[in-house]
């Protein structure tokens, strides 16, 4: 056997298809939402990041009975009103085969808003909403929306396939191979 | 172009599952270890493709490179079992189509792998560098397109209206039946440069070539 001749391409392949995945990105829908102020806001995006618009979706409510339909904007978003409190199951349909779906959580607090905001002086402070100036909820308001992008930039990250990923599958591929001719040569020998 | 977990019906799935248990017990059968590296080799290949992105037509987003008429170019019936593992592994791994869809992935992609292989494997091998380049080019426009519609044909089994769903996977993959054709034009002339026994060319052949 040339095995020499083989490994050494075998390791110029592999080498290369290791570059080549470091500028990786795919394809496979996801989807991100939460609850505020009696609505529910999805997002719908492929793993790099592309939003996934004119999508399908589909709700159904706290009962399993259909409460919402239509179709993502530009920015693969769609809202819809959540007033009953319970689960609510979003499903997302892209072309092509691509669909998910998420469960969102809404609370028994219609004014869920006012609570929060009450929490601002510090954890377990809880004081009444009337106590809160208007800058402060302002304040608090902004704090929010900038924590949910940056939850949201963090989890397109993490949905991404990562290093350990790639070479792990590689690996495993690697593994397999030498395992199947490790046995094939005991039974020659 | 890995159909999710959840977009397909059943009797879909089954049919599938049973498509890829077929040609996997016949890639398996004609298997010898001597090729198992190459098997090896062009499943990591695949596997990793699909992170390589190209810009599709019509679609939000980006589409990604498939790999798999090279894989059946090489590797024939063989490309079942490559192209199953690496499935697996993209759909554990990158959450990546899914465990129920396997079936109907693996058939999605191997199908066109092993026509590519029975139809353009002559030209791969022809004398001219040129005609076998074409050779490669069509492997790798053939087969996305086919898988395309193949995984057009799934859905509209499942529900989806055909004309929609067909007609827009293979719009969709125009770019990639493009680039797909051009690397596998490119790793054809390759491959015959170097290693020209993984595409069954005696070496006597490429002596004969050279002198000519």
């Not at chain 1, 530009?74 to 499903?91: H, K, L, M, N």
């Not at chain 2, 010898?32 to 679609?59: D, H, N, R, T």
């Not at chain 2, 929609?164 to 596998?184: D, F, K, N, R, T």
Request: net charge positive; glycine share 12%.
């Amino acid at each position: 056997m040339k095995m020499s001749r083989y490994t050494g391409n075998v390791a110029v392949i592999f080498l290369a298809l290791v570059l080549c995945a470091q500028v990786a990105v795919a394809h496979k829908v996801n989807l991100f939402g939460y609850a505020e102020g009696g609505f529910v806001y999805v997002e719908g995006y492929f793993t790099d990041g592309a939003p996934s618009m004119g999508s399908e979706v589909e709700v159904y409510g706290p009962k399993g009975a259909l409460v919402a339909q239509g179709v993502t904007d530009g920015d693969g978003r769609f809202f819809f009103p959540a007033e009953t409190p319970g689960s609510y199951r979003v499903a997302l349909k892209a072309s092509m085969g691509h669909v998910t779906e998420i469960v969102v959580e809404v609370g028994e607090n219609k004014r869920e808003r006012e609570v929060a905001a009450g929490g601002s002086s510090g954890v377990g402070t809880l004081g009444p909403v009337s106590a809160v100036s208007a800058p402060e909820l302002y304040a608090l308001e902004e704090k929010v929306a900038r924590l949910t992008k940056e939850v949201r930039a963090l989890r397109k990250q993490v949905e991404k396939p990562g290093f350990s990923q790639i070479v792990g599958g590689l690996g495993f591929i690697i593994g397999m191979a030498g395992a199947y001719l490790w046995g094939a040569s005991r039974k020659k020998g | 172009m890995h159909i999710s977990e959840g977009a397909l019906s059943a009797p879909v799935l089954a049919a599938g599952a049973a498509v890829a248990l077929v040609g996997l017990s016949i890639g398996l059968k004609r298997l010898s270890p001597e090729k198992i590296p190459q098997v090896a080799v062009l499943s990591a290949a695949f596997f990793v493709g699909s992170l390589v992105p190209i810009p599709a037509l019509f679609y939000p987003g980006t589409v990604h490179l498939v790999l798999n008429g090279l894989n059946g170019l090489v590797l024939g019936w063989a490309a079942f079992p490559s192209l199953f593992v690496a499935l697996v592994l993209q759909a554990l791994l990158f959450q990546y189509g899914g465990l129920t869809v396997l079936g109907v992935n693996t058939a999605v992609m191997a199908i066109p792998a092993v026509l590519a292989h029975l139809l353009f494997i002559r030209l791969v091998r022809a004398r001219s560098h040129r005609v076998a380049w074409v050779g490669g080019f069509l492997t790798g426009a053939f087969s996305v397109t086919l898988s395309a519609t193949l995984l057009g044909g799934f859905l509209f089994f499942s529900g989806d209206s055909f004309s929609e769903a067909a007609a827009m996977a293979v719009a969709v993959h125009l770019p990639v039946a493009v680039v797909e054709g051009i690397v596998s034009g490119f790793c054809v002339g390759f491959l015959r440069k170097v290693k020209p026994q993984l595409l069954g060319i005696k070496r006597s052949f490429k002596m004969e070539e050279t002198q000519g």
